[in-house]
């Protein structure tokens, strides 16, 4: 979708870890101290491939294979602005509705069909609604 529609379509990532997911909080750390290095969505990435074994080794593993300063990477995993940041996000999230995740929103609105199709229709309809207000906004007197 962001190839699609460069200049319409903007990716926000929040952090949501599970509560029943023992290495969840430590993994959204772990990636946000990646980002710091510009690494965010190459970490990402790898938890996603490795997510049976994630534990508090395979952080620094994934780290260390991405070539990351790793005395970089672990203080950046224990600054508080980082703990903070996940806390916020997790606030917005449950003020939101979450449920589970992952969840997509497409301004302000929670995606139900988080198909490719659904995803494009839906955004397809919102850029539609968008362009509808621009033309209507060019009509009216000045």
């Not at 190839?3 to 949501?16: A, F, H, I, S, T």
């Not at 790793?70 to 003020?95: C, H, P, W």
Request: hydrophobic letters at 35%.
């Amino acid at each position: 979708m962001l190839e699609k529609y460069p200049q319409d379509v903007k990716l926000v990532n929040k952090n949501y870890p599970l509560r029943n997911h023992k290495f969840a909080l430590n993994a959204a750390k772990a990636a946000l101290a990646a980002h710091r290095q510009g690494k965010f969505w190459d970490y990402h990435q790898k938890l996603f491939e490795n997510y049976k074994q994630l534990n508090d080794d395979k952080f620094q593993t994934l780290a260390t294979d991405l070539g990351l300063d790793m005395e970089r990477f672990n203080e950046d995993m224990n600054d508080a602005s980082i703990q903070r940041l996940i806390y916020r996000d997790v606030k917005e999230g449950r003020t939101a509705g979450i449920r589970g995740i992952p969840a997509v929103f497409i301004n302000g609105k929670l995606l139900k069909n988080k198909s490719v199709p659904g995803l494009l229709q839906r955004i397809d309809t919102e850029l539609q609604k968008r362009r509808h207000r621009r033309n209507k906004a060019s009509i009216l007197p000045k």
